[in-house]
C-alpha cells in the first residue's frame, strides 16, 4: 500500500488543521492505521491510532482531548482533525499502516509496515 499524507501547514496556537492520509495499492480497511510525529531533534512519536473499523482509537497523552483520528474506508483515507493547536505540536507528521492480522492498537513505530512521506505542521505562538 502507499501512503499519501496531506493537509499540513501554518496555523497559529489555537488553530485547527486536518491531515489526511490516502491510501492507494489497497484497500486501507485491511490495516490498522497510525498517525506519528517528528519534530526537529528528537525522535519519532506516536500521536494516535485507529482500528480497521474504526470502533478503536488511542492517543497519545499529550493530543488527548484535542486530537481526534478517524478513517473512511469507502475512499480509503484516514483522517487526523487537531484542534486547539500548540507550539509544540509543531512537527512532520506522518500516517502509516500496521498490516499485523490481529486486533490489538499500537503505538509503537517499528510495528508499523508502511510509511508516507510526511507532512509539515507548523504552529505559532
Known amino acids: 500500500v502507499q501512503l499519501q499524507a496531506s493537509g499540513g501547514g501554518l496555523v497559529q496556537a489555537g488553530g485547527s488543521l486536518r491531515l489526511s492520509c490516502a491510501a492507494s495499492?489497497?484497500?486501507?480497511?485491511?490495516?490498522?492505521m497510525g498517525w506519528f510525529r517528528q519534530a526537529p531533534g528528537k525522535a519519532r512519536e506516536f500521536v494516535s491510532a485507529?482500528?480497521?473499523?474504526?470502533?478503536?482509537?488511542e492517543y497519545a497523552e499529550s493530543v488527548e482531548g484535542r486530537f481526534t483520528v478517524s478513517r473512511d474506508n469507502a475512499v480509503n483515507t484516514v483522517y487526523l482533525q487537531m484542534n486547539n493547536l500548540r507550539p509544540e505540536d509543531t512537527a512532520v507528521y506522518y500516517c502509516?499502516?500496521?498490516?499485523?492480522?490481529?486486533?490489538?492498537?499500537?503505538?509503537?513505530?517499528?510495528?508499523?509496515?508502511?510509511w508516507g512521506q510526511g507532512t509539515q505542521v507548523t504552529v505559532s505562538s
Open positions: 502509516a499502516a500496521d498490516r499485523a492480522t490481529g486486533m490489538l492498537i499500537t503505538s509503537t513505530a517499528v510495528e508499523y509496515d508502511y
Open positions: 495499492g489497497r484497500t486501507v480497511s485491511d490495516y490498522i
Open positions: 485507529i482500528s480497521r473499523s474504526g470502533s478503536s482509537t
